[in-house]
């Protein structure tokens, strides 16, 4: 990969120890980090604050960006991508970094005397997913009745005023659904 600057060719660095004309380039690298602030700065901002949800969290990882892209403008190849594509990928990567240190702070150790997720915690969450998949495997004019019905809280008038469907037909789903439902739950272990 050959060495660039930020905005431009290789023609500002110098060549071999000629102290000015790095800083030249560092110069040259630091303008163009600033005009790439200004051009990408508030849409990277916008993508933290989408994925972060924080706005302080969103300024930092922009913040971050633009760090590791100075600490690593020798690595930006224009042949490769552009430069917004380039401080997307880092941001990407600093995002994902913030979010991870989140969601490791987050987490709240168990007290000790406190007891883990109970037996019956473990086994209605069990009961919940076998029922998600059992859900999903039903047709969808099936579905949509029993979510309507035992989900939703609604009548089978309400739900045949929903679907304009006739009161019979939401029934007739309804029993066929549920016999569905019960022979794919007992498929799955479910015994009761």
């Known amino acids: 990969m050959r060495t660039t600057k930020l905005i431009g060719?290789?023609?500002?660095?110098?060549?071999?120890?000629?102290s000015r004309g790095r800083d030249a380039a560092d110069a040259a690298d630091a303008a163009g980090l600033r005009d790439a602030f200004v051009t990408h700065g508030g849409e990277m901002l916008g993508f933290a604050r989408r994925s972060l949800y924080q706005?302080?969290?969103?300024e930092d990882a922009v913040q971050e960006t633009f760090a590791r892209a100075w600490r690593s403008r020798a690595r930006f190849d224009p042949t490769l991508g552009s430069l917004r594509t380039w401080l997307f990928t880092i941001e990407r990567r600093v995002i994902l970094d913030i979010a991870a240190?989140?969601?490791r702070s987050r987490t709240v150790p168990v007290e000790p005397g406190e007891e883990p997720a109970s037996e019956d915690r473990l086994e209605a969450a069990m009961?919940?997913?076998?029922?998600e998949s059992a859900l999903e495997q039903l047709d969808p004019e099936h579905r949509m009745v029993i979510t309507?019905?035992?989900f939703n809280g609604r009548t089978g008038r309400e739900v045949a005023e929903l679907f304009a469907l006739p009161e019979g037909t939401v029934r007739s789903r309804a029993f066929y659904a549920l016999r569905m439902l019960?022979?794919?739950?007992?498929?799955a272990g479910w015994n009761r």
């Open 9 to 18: 060719d290789a023609t500002g660095r110098a060549a071999g120890g000629d």
């Open 55 to 58: 706005s302080a969290s969103a």
């Open 101 to 103: 240190q989140q969601a």
């Open 127 to 131: 009961l919940g997913w076998q029922m």
């Open 148 to 150: 309507e019905l035992y």
């Open 182 to 187: 019960r022979l794919l739950l007992e498929e």
